[in-house]
């Protein structure tokens, strides 16, 4: 099984700051890692898959980079929406797995 | 409106069933992968079972094998999980999912306890 491990666990920031999310893959997952938002109460939204493709209708804002193990979402400016818990999954191998989650909070 | 909905959740007893239903409308589900993902009460997403078009492969989380059962019949566009055996540990809110990720039900709530 792939562990993904996601860092920080927290991150607290203020409005228009940038946010950096990190996911490591305990074994190479080549492009195939997806980023998800969730809010209190909702369910999770796809925001980028294969790495670096923004799902349809996700902000410019949302940026996601990186291959193999190592990859980051990156928020370039944060909104007061935006403020969530962010998941990445790698859909490489079964079974499937989800990283832990990044709150990000505001400072 | 394009949406799908889950029903069949509730309280159960250790070790009972449930069959968890999930109805799709207003898209095309035969040609897709189905997935049904789980979140524990204050939890993060674990990923439970996924099946393909045509029933032709069924995966599942090592958690579930052998107690869960994913199906589909997509003449009424339907996405069902069998839980046989549950555990106090399969609490959770369980959504479907449908391929590529991008649509996701409201999710059900399946309680186990005595």
């Known amino acids: 099984e792939i562990v993904l491990t996601q860092s920080p666990t927290t991150l607290s920031l203020s409005p228009g700051e940038r946010a950096t999310l990190s996911c490591r893959a305990s074994?190479?997952?080549?492009?195939?890692l997806a980023w998800y938002q969730q809010k209190p109460g909702q369910a999770p939204r796809l925001l980028i898959y294969?790495?670096?493709s923004r799902a349809t209708g996700i902000p410019a804002r949302f940026s996601g980079s990186g291959s193999g193990t190592d990859f980051t979402l990156t928020i370039s400016s944060l909104e007061p929406e935006d403020f969530a818990v962010y998941y990445c999954?790698?859909?490489?191998?079964?079974?499937?797995?989800f990283g832990g989650g990044t709150r990000v909070e505001i400072k | 409106e394009v949406q799908m909905l889950e029903s069949g959740g509730g309280l159960i007893q250790p070790g009972g069933s449930l069959r968890l239903s999930c109805a799709a409308s207003?898209?095309?589900?035969?040609?897709?992968?189905m997935n049904w993902v789980r979140q524990a009460p204050g939890k993060g997403l674990e990923w439970v079972s996924s099946?393909?078009?045509?029933?032709?492969?069924?995966y599942y989380a090592d958690s579930v094998k052998g107690r869960f059962t994913i199906s589909r019949d997509d003449s009424k566009n339907a996405l069902y999980l069998q839980m046989n055996g549950l555990r106090a540990e399969d609490t959770a809110l369980y959504y479907c999912?449908?391929?590529?990720?991008?649509?996701w039900g409201q999710g059900i709530l399946v309680t186990v306890s005595s």
């Open positions: 099946i393909t078009p045509s029933d032709d492969n069924t």
């Open positions: 294969d790495a670096s």
């Open positions: 999912v449908k391929h590529p990720w991008n649509l």
């Open positions: 999954q790698q859909r490489s191998n079964w079974p499937l797995t």
């Open positions: 074994q190479s997952v080549s492009k195939y």
């Open positions: 207003g898209l095309t589900f035969s040609s897709s992968v």
